[in-house]
C-alpha cells in the first residue's frame, strides 16, 4: 500500500520501471529509488473576504536529499493531489541530476483555484503555507519555486514569511522571486529560452534549418508564450498553432504574434483574439509541422493520437506530457520524430534557479547575459550526453536522459550508504 496513487504518480512509477529494467537494477533497491523520502500534507486555514473560515488542503514531497537539497515549483490548482506532487517531484530528481545540479527533486503546492481568490487571500494562502513548511525547509534542506498558479508575488511572501521566523531577510529559501529581492535577471524566460535553444540543437541534429520550419505550441503560458517567441525571434520559426485554456489557434501561413502578445497582454488569454483561426485543442496537436512543443499539462500525447502526430520534433516543454504507452509508438517512429524528453527540454527553468540560489549564497548578481550563456552551456552539456548515450546504447532520448538521471542519484546513494 502507498498514498501515492493516481494516473500521474502511476505514469511516473511506470516510466521508472521501465529505465530500472534497461539498467538492471535489482529490484530490492528500486523502492528507495523511487518513493519520496518525504510527503508533508497540512491544512492552510484562511480568513476569506466574505468573513467565512476556509480549509485549503496543502502538500509539499521531497523526493531524495542525497545530492543537496531539494528543489521544485509550487503550485496553485484545484485538482492538486500528493500523487501529482510525488510525481513532479520525482521527475525534477532525474532532471536536476542530469543537468548535474547538486540538487534532489520536490514539489509542492496548495490545492485552491488562484484565479476566484482575491489578492489579500492569495496573499494568505501563500503566507499560511509557507508558514506551516517552516519546519521541513531551508535553503540546506529544500529550496521552493513558482509553477503553475504562483509567480514571483508568490515567491516574495513566501520569502518574507520565512525571513520574519528567522529574524533576518533569507533570499535564498525560494527562486523565481523578484529581482528586487535577490531574484536573478532570466529565471521568468528560463524554461521557454531552454526549450528553443533545445530545439535549435535538435534542428542541428536532423539537418532543418530553423528559418524554413514551423511550429505549433500547445499552452500559451510563461512556458509556452516565451517558447514561441523566442523561436520565431530569435530563431525565425513561423508559429502557425498556439492554445491555452481557452482556445486554440492554427493558421498555416503563421500566426501574427506581435498582434497575439498585445492581446493577451490586454485579456489575459487567447479567447477573443479571432475565430478565424479557431481549430480544436485536440486536432490542433496532429496538424503538420516540424516543431511540436506541449506546454501545457501532463499525459496530452497518448497512444491513441501518437501515430497521427505530424512533426518532426516533439519538444517536451511541460511535465509529462507524454504516456508510456505513447513512447512505446513514438519508439517505432524513432527515424521519423526526434523527441527533446521534458527532463531535458524544459530543464532552463531550474538550471536559472539554481544560479539564483547561487548568487543569493554569495550575495554576488550576474547579468543576464552571463546567466543566458552559463544556461546554454549547461543545456549544451546535458544534450550532448543523451544524444551520445541515445546513440552509443541505440535507445530513444528520453531512455538515454533517464537513464542517466537515475544512474547519478543512484550512484550517489551507493556512496553515501544506507544509514541504519
Known sequence: MTIYTGPVFDMARTQFGIIADHLEIPHDERDRLLYPKRAIAVSVPVHMDDGSTKVFQGYRVQHHLTLGPT??????????????VAALAVWMSWKCALAGLPYGGAKGGVACDPPSLS?????????????????????????????????EQVMAWFMDTYSMHQGHAVSEIVTGKPVALGGTEGRREATGRGVAHLVNRA???????????????????????????????????????????????????????DDIERHVSRHGV????TREASIGGAELLEQRCDILVPAALERVITAENA????????????????????????EQRRDEIF??????????????????????????????????????????????????????????????AMAIGVEQVRAGKRLRGLFP
Open 71 to 84: 528543489k521544485g515549483g509550487t503550485r496553485f490548482s484545484s485538482k492538486l493531489d500528493v500523487g501529482e
Open 307 to 330: 501515430p497521427r502526430l505530424n512533426c518532426r520534433i516533439l519538444a517536451e516543454g511541460a511535465n509529462g506530457p507524454t504516456t508510456p504507452d505513447a513512447d512505446a509508438v513514438l
Open 270 to 273: 487567447l479567447a477573443g483574439f
Open 203 to 257: 534542428c542541428e541534429s536532423i539537418g532543418l534549418r530553423p528559418g524554413d520550419s514551423t511550429a505549433i505550441v500547445q499552452g500559451f503560458g510563461n512556458v509556452g508564450s516565451v517558447s514561441a517567441y523566442t523561436l520565431a525571434r530569435r530563431y525565425g520559426v513561423r508559429i502557425i498553432g498556439i492554445s491555452d485554456h481557452t482556445t486554440a489557434l492554427y493558421d498555416p501561413a503563421g500566426l501574427k504574434l
Open 339 to 400: 523527441v527533446i524528453p521534458d527532463i531535458l527540454c524544459n530543464s532552463g527553468g531550474v538550471i536559472v534557479s539554481y544560479f539564483e540560489w547561487v548568487q543569493d549564497l554569495q550575495r554576488l548578481f550576474w547579468t543576464e547575459t552571463e546567466v543566458n550563456s552559463r544556461l546554454e552551456q549547461l543545456l549544451d552539456g546535458a544534450f550532448e550526453k543523451v544524444r551520445f548515450r541515445a546513440a552509443e546504447r541505440a535507445v530513444s532520448n528520453r531512455t538515454a
Open 119 to 151: 489578492r489579500r487571500e492569495l496573499e494568505v494562502v501563500s503566507r499560511r503555507y509557507m508558514q506551516e513548511m517552516i519546519p521541513f525547509v531551508s535553503p540546506q534542506t529544500d529550496v521552493m519555486a513558482p509553477d503553475m498558479g504562483t509567480d
